[in-house]
């Protein structure tokens, strides 16, 4: 009687899981969309528009194994500016968008999957140019460049700063250079991965003020069974070794 009663337990859990992963239509897709944001998300040819085999970069790699082991479809694109593909996502069910930078103001905005990769927020000066900043408040004295919505400029808004955006962020590096902006508000390793791109070194860490964690947002109406699907599939992976190679492999 007990066999019976825990095999009939057992084939409703089985039958439980199945009907879960069944909830998905056979045609349903995550449309995905990224940026230019080296070295985690980028165009093989550099340019502002690419799709699919177009893409690289260690979030890319992470996401596309992501979805291949979850089983779940998706198209990607990388478009620019950045601005209008946050909009997009949290518009438009079955987007989303990578590397988003994780943040207690955009939580309850999206669905999330991640931690894809971690970085820092940085106050970056031209090389050889010596400036002493103990914190952002002080850094207020100063005119400061940003990239337009990104969640750095986002922090720096919310302390009171006013940041001078960018569309772009690599037009932060002509700025610094030139002495438009005394400082330059950017992600590590980003920043200098973007300067090294454009032949500048030398680039001095004046503050590093925040850690951070990028993540998959998913527009909210996303089902919790893809949520959940992808979660696990990033778990497995970061357990196997998979995330620290391609880390390795672009830095």
Known sequence: MLKTLKNSLLGGLILAACAAHAE?????????????????????????????????GISTEVVRAMFKRAEINYSLSLRFPWDRLYRLTLDKPSYGLFSTTFTAERQPL??????????????????????NVASLKEAGQYQIGAYKNDAVSQHLESQGLKPVNALRDQENIKKLLSGKIDLWATTDPVGRYLAKQDGVSGLTTVLRFNEAELYLALNKDTPDEVVERLQKALDELRAEGFIDEMTSNYL
Do not use: C, H, Q
């Open 110 to 131: 999206f669905k999330w999957v991640g931690p894809l990769a971690k970085t820092s927020w940085v106050l970056l000066a031209a090389p050889g140019k010596s400036l």
């Open 24 to 56: 998905l239509p056979a045609d349903y897709k995550v449309v995905l969309l990224t940026e230019n944001f080296p070295p985690f998300n980028m165009a093989v040819d550099d340019k502002n528009f690419a799709r699919d085999d177009g893409i690289d």
